[in-house]
């Protein structure tokens, strides 16, 4: 089973993560920030992750803290159940639409860390999360996954869509690289032999 479990603990938040990227989009999420939890809620029922996330974090100040420590607990999760990431695919993208939104994520399994992101919101706010946390969420997976990640909105109007379809997107492509490939099942997928 290629799963995983973490837990992290600050002096701004308490969070615990486990995950199974072979699973059936099976999900418990609990942040304290109802968008950020549905969002997350995507990403596990759209990529068929077994997600369970538990935060506490110091939203009297802000959600800052709270999304980035959560990226960064579920991107190390994620890259402790890809363990040598032997067998992977490794490479995957996924065009969302949403309405009149229009989202494309393509991403490599490098461990080679890197965000590209090119996306813009109509509004400030998505309720009562800011919209440019969105970014801090997936740099901060991104990195700690050790994930290239490309994200685009080649138009939207309005952010609620905008945000879901860059998860949704993210959760696509993430299950196709994700998969083992029954072709090459016994190999790292890199001229290298090591991700």
């Not at 800011?130 to 490309?150: C, M, N, P, S, V």
Request: proline share 3%; glycine share 8%; charged share 25%.
């Amino acid at each position: 089973m290629r799963t995983a479990s973490l837990e992290r603990a600050t002096m701004e938040t308490r969070i615990s993560v486990s995950v199974n990227l072979d699973g059936t989009g099976q999900y418990s999420v609990s942040t304290g920030i109802g968008f950020l939890d549905h969002m997350l809620e995507q990403l596990s029922r759209h990529g068929l992750f077994d997600l369970t996330v538990k935060a506490e974090g110091d939203l009297h100040i802000d959600f800052h803290h709270t999304t980035e420590d959560v990226g960064i607990t579920l991107g190390q999760a994620f890259a402790k159940a890809l363990g040598d990431r032997k067998g992977i695919r490794r490479y995957g993208d996924s065009t969302c639409p949403m309405d009149e939104t229009l989202v494309r994520v393509a991403l490599d399994i490098s461990n080679r860390p890197y965000l590209i992101w090119r996306v813009e919101f109509p509004k400030p706010k998505v309720g009562e999360m800011d919209t440019e946390l969105f970014k801090e969420w997936f740099q901060a997976f991104a990195q700690a996954a050790g994930i290239t990640l490309h994200v685009e909105c080649f138009y939207g109007d309005n952010s609620h869509h905008i945000v879901e379809a860059c998860f949704k997107a993210l959760a696509r492509a993430l299950r196709s690289a994700t998969e083992i490939d029954p072709r090459r099942s016994d190999a790292v997928p890199s001229t290298k032999g090591v991700l």
